[in-house]
């Protein structure tokens, strides 16, 4: 190696602006990838991207200089020790350290210090939540349940047994010589899925009232098939003691064998009904999918460790809450309960089984505004003694997604950003998945600091 050789330089642009990064420290330069924006983000930190599967943020070079951001075009990938990603206007070519016009040489580690300069680790954040939740989980004995209607009456899922939840495709392709169980096949990321009617499926009658279904992708035994129902009515973790077995004797015809409990909710005044999912398929049905779904037995599933995410939209910006953590899904309360001298954040309280909670607006406090629509839902979350309700906009769905394409988030530089500890690679987009336990202790901070500072001007 010709150690008197000079020292390359990759020369870009920022305004009008040249600059330079030693080679050495540029992992590529590829055009500027799609970003999920992190909510109270640092000024400079424009957002996260896929780089070939590891995702790493990417910093404005003109909001690290203090210049007017403009519309970068090219992502500079440098390695710090870790990969971040520098988006400038434009990165011409390499030049020599001796070239008679150099650009600016400037510090890679510096101006990134410069940009997230109150950097921590939040692994230790996740870990103390999944403590909590399997304590939680211990003392407080319950079944998360996906909840569904068809009609006026309601079903329920377990969640172990759910795979996700999608709108009906658009397109789907007919089995012949089907009953009306089958509605046929249809595309759900890269694989072929069955289309079961549930109504068909529990012999209830036809609905009078056309309705928008939605696909339930349940699992059983090591396949999976899309059950075509009215609604989503939620997520619920019901208390064990509210749920009551049927009894062998009451289970006399098809439908009936495919219930095997019922769930009491609202002091007995709501009755939903816990399907099986192991019974769900007659033996005739199954022989129809096979036949006309796939040439070989149905997608046998490579048994992989993965976790639920409820998938939830605030603003433009898609978020994953672990489903462990979540206590409930409902519609957001026409009128709740307001609390004197809340900060704006707080729409009120409501009642959950006996208890009071905060209902605290998610898009305020991630900076996308204030709500609205009639879709929007609120999230219990509970981890321990703490409690509060979330508003979102949409729950886009309930995801299962592969362990290994959860990593902990890269580190983002001030204490806001922390309740996002890790994130996940769903498809073509990056989830910002939230840590429970930091989600609700900056509520309870942000709600005890809110009445302080109201008590205080409705004082003085």
Known sequence: MDHDQPAQHLTFRVSDTYLALAVDSVREVTR???????????????GLANFRGTVIPVLS????RGQAPGEPSRLIVIDTGELLGLAVDDASHIQQADAAQPAELIDAVALVARGLPDRTITRRAHEITTALL?????????TALVIFGIGDQEFALPATAVDSIAPLPATIALVPDSDD????????????IPLLSLRALLALPPSDTPTRPRIVIARIGSDRVGLAVDAVRGILH???????????????GHAEARIQAICRLDQGNRLVSILTAEHLLRDDIITTMLEHTYTEPLAPAIITQTEQFVIVRIGADEFGIPVEAVEEVAPLPEKLARLPNAPAFVLGVMTIRGALIPVIDQGLRFGAGPGAGHGRRVIVVRIGELQAAFVVDAITQLARIDAAEVRPAPDLGNSETRVFDRVAQFGHRIILIVSARMLLDRAEHDLLLGLARTGAGASS
């Open 238 to 252: 019901a208390p064990d003691a509210v749920i009551d077995p049927i009894p062998q004797a009451l289970r006399r």
């Open 32 to 46: 500027m990838p799609r970003l999920s924006r992190v909510p109270h983000a640092p000024h400079a930190l424009l």
């Open 181 to 192: 169980v089958v509605i046929g096949n249809a595309a759900f990321g890269d694989a072929t």
């Open 61 to 64: 070079a003109a909001a690290l």
């Open 134 to 142: 399997a304590d939680n989980a211990k003392d407080h004995a319950a």
